[in-house]
């Protein structure tokens, strides 16, 4: 897009000079929440960037895929192993939501 290379401060002042404003915001980590699973972004280095009336986030960093533990899983575990819901749900998230190693793992 640009020829050569642009130090960051051409490039900012570009930017503004288009109308764009661009910022880093300090994170911690991201969550993007998916119907049955969660994309979690751990150190991340987030940009907002807003024109012509709109914001947009780019988000970089390391992430991981976890599954969605639902309340009738927790239940599920909880019975099946004589265990707390908050021991079978810690259960089911160290097994990324698999009912059967959560399980196993309780009655180990």
């Not at 969660?38 to 991340?44: L, Q, T």
């Not at 960037?49 to 009738?72: F, H, L, N, P, W």
């Amino acid at each position: 897009m640009f020829p050569g290379k642009v130090n960051p401060k051409q490039m900012k002042k570009m930017m503004k000079q288009m109308g764009m404003e661009m910022e880093e915001i300090d994170v911690k980590e991201v969550i993007i929440k998916l119907e049955d699973s969660e994309i979690v972004i751990s150190d991340p280095q987030v940009s907002v960037v807003k024109a012509m009336g709109q914001t947009t986030y780019q988000i970089i960093g390391k992430e991981t895929v976890r599954s969605s533990i639902s309340e009738d899983d927790i239940k599920l575990v909880a019975e099946q192993t004589n265990v707390t819901p908050e021991e079978a749900k810690k259960a089911l998230e160290e097994s990324n939501g698999d009912l059967a190693e959560a399980i196993i793992k309780l009655q180990g």
